[in-house]
């Protein structure tokens, strides 16, 4: 029978007999909970929660599991990734397959500064035309979107327009006007 709950007494009993464990698979469950991940290790670098009902993350996730290195939360129904700004050792994360809406809410993973690749393949928010620019803008440290190579060429528009932009910046705190690309 699939876990609809990650359990305290669960976390616990995992946490008492694997104390320096670093990978753990919960998915394909039935999870819409998983507020007792703070009695998991700490010492967790990956943590599969793909093909769950997750609605929400705790927002302490990165304060928990601070060693977090790969994170899958792939086929759940997951809005909102406030609560992965705290994981900051990140450097993989698959958020496909959720209800992620807006690119303007990856604003959130900006703090995530070893991120290198990220999955956000079938969610509303990847059919946008110009997603992967915008995305690849907010977050110029990645080397993969989706699974594919960031190109010369796209970290050569990146770099384009995190100078405009910067200069952009510049210059409207002396009243000058900036031309789009």
């Not at 990650?6 to 995992?14: N, V, W």
């Not at 464990?21 to 998983?34: C, E, F, G, K, P």
């Not at 969610?123 to 993969?144: C, F, I, K, S, W």
């Amino acid at each position: 029978m699939p876990l609809q709950t990650l359990s305290r007494e669960l976390a616990t009993q995992i946490s008492s007999e694997f104390p320096l464990l670093q990978s753990l698979n919960l998915s394909n469950n039935a999870l819409r909970d998983v507020r007792h991940l703070q009695s998991l290790p700490r010492s967790l670098t990956q943590l599969d929660l793909g093909g769950n009902r997750l609605q929400a993350l705790p927002q302490e996730l990165g304060e928990w599991l601070p060693e977090l290195r790969l994170l899958r939360l792939r086929g759940n129904g997951l809005e909102a990734l406030r609560p992965l700004s705290g994981c900051k050792r990140l450097q993989t994360l698959d958020l496909g397959q959720n209800r992620l809406l807006l690119v303007s809410d990856l604003r959130s993973l900006q703090s995530l500064t070893q991120l290198r690749h990220l999955f956000m393949d079938g969610n509303p928010l990847a059919t946008d035309r110009n997603y992967r620019r915008e995305v690849l803008g907010m977050l110029p440290q990645l080397q993969t979107l989706d699974g594919q190579q960031v190109t010369a060429a796209e970290k050569f528009n990146r770099s384009k327009l995190v100078k405009h932009l910067r200069d952009g910046k510049n210059s409207k705190k002396y009243g000058d006007s900036v031309s789009p690309i």
